[in-house]
């Protein structure tokens, strides 16, 4: 089963929401209070799934805010530089900061992330920030979870969703929970809930889907998607990590795609890896199935390597994987 999408459309996918710094520790193997040394990247996970599908060939936007200041301009020119059109991010002339991610690698299977949120610049995105006529010209509007954590960028996101249905723009809604930005696990629920009735496709973690639901221990999949069916998505993705993934479909399909053998060096970017590759799929004219192999691959590949956004794989490098994995 294939997914249709507008035909006639400039941008593939127009990505909403948060673009800051990742500095990724250089050192492995040791606590960050023993790190000296950290690499410096463009990070945020709506950014990070728009610099993947522009390196897969994928045409696309941007609409968010950051500073003005030097960290906003690097991410700026360096979005810029990987050909995703940035006329749509917004300078914050308030003083506000970009968001700051401070990456531990303890070990392949311990990594964390020491998180500077306060006062960013991309929660102060403002509803009349947001434009129909952009939003207008894509495929894809891809809108990420923590968008929706604060107002007015809460505000500007419902807008923009709101836009996007009216214009038939399909709404790719991908979960990305971060717990820091949110006050309480009711709030979240609230606000994923009704993204996620709005969205075309939803992709998510297990664990994403248990704080949608406000569940305390593990939920199950047909639960889930016996609740989203009943509005508007098509298509959901649940990923269950080294497990591999399931997409149900609104007409009783399920598929299954499995986690690709690599060598992990760190966990983190690998849900946004997996998104840009699934969606590269999908708009491609892929089915799902195929869709699915692409996502584990793009993010076995990028889990291998130091950075999100700069370890984005290619198409070649994506196929190889798979080929490889098929001959063994």
Request: charged fraction near 25%.
């Amino acid at each position: 089963m294939t997914i249709s999408f507008s035909t006639d459309k400039e941008f593939d996918v127009i990505a909403f929401g948060r673009a800051c710094i990742d500095l990724n520790a250089v050192e492995y193997n040791r606590p960050m209070e023993e790190t000296m040394t950290f690499q410096k990247y463009v990070g945020g996970s709506p950014a990070n799934i728009a610099i993947g599908s522009s390196k897969l060939g994928l045409k696309a936007g941007f609409i968010g805010k950051i500073p003005d200041d030097q960290h906003g301009r690097f991410i700026e020119q360096y979005m810029s530089e990987k050909g995703i059109d940035t006329s749509n991010m917004v300078a914050d002339t308030e003083g506000r900061k970009t968001g700051l991610a401070f990456t531990e690698i303890l070990s392949p299977e311990e990594c964390s992330i020491l998180m500077y949120r306060e006062n960013v610049a991309d929660l102060y995105l403002e509803p009349s920030e947001v434009h129909e006529d952009y939003i207008n010209r894509a495929k894809i509007l891809l809108i990420s979870g923590t968008a929706l954590a604060q107002s007015p960028s809460r505000e500007a996101t419902l807008k923009a969703v709101n836009l996007a249905k009216k214009n038939n723009i399909k709404v790719v809604f991908e979960l990305d929970y971060r717990p820091y930005t949110w006050t309480s696990l009711e709030e979240t629920a609230a606000y994923y809930s009704l993204i996620a009735e709005k969205a075309d496709i939803v992709i998510g973690t297990r664990d994403e889907y248990d704080v949608m639901e406000n569940l305390s221990s593990e939920g199950d999949n047909q639960t889930t998607i016996d609740y989203l069916f009943q509005h508007e998505p098509e298509l959901i993705v649940i990923k269950h990590g080294v497990d591999g993934s399931y997409a149900y479909t609104r007409s009783g399909e399920t598929y299954r795609g499995r986690a690709y053998k690599t060598k992990v060096l760190k966990t983190f970017g690998a849900g946004d890896s997996y998104a840009s590759a699934f969606l590269y799929a999908l708009v491609s004219g892929e089915d799902i199935e195929k869709a699915l192999k692409y996502g584990g691959a793009s993010a076995s590949i990028v889990v291998s390597k130091h950075s999100s956004s700069e370890a984005m794989p290619t198409v070649e490098e994506i196929e190889k994987l798979i080929e490889e994995d098929n001959t063994h």
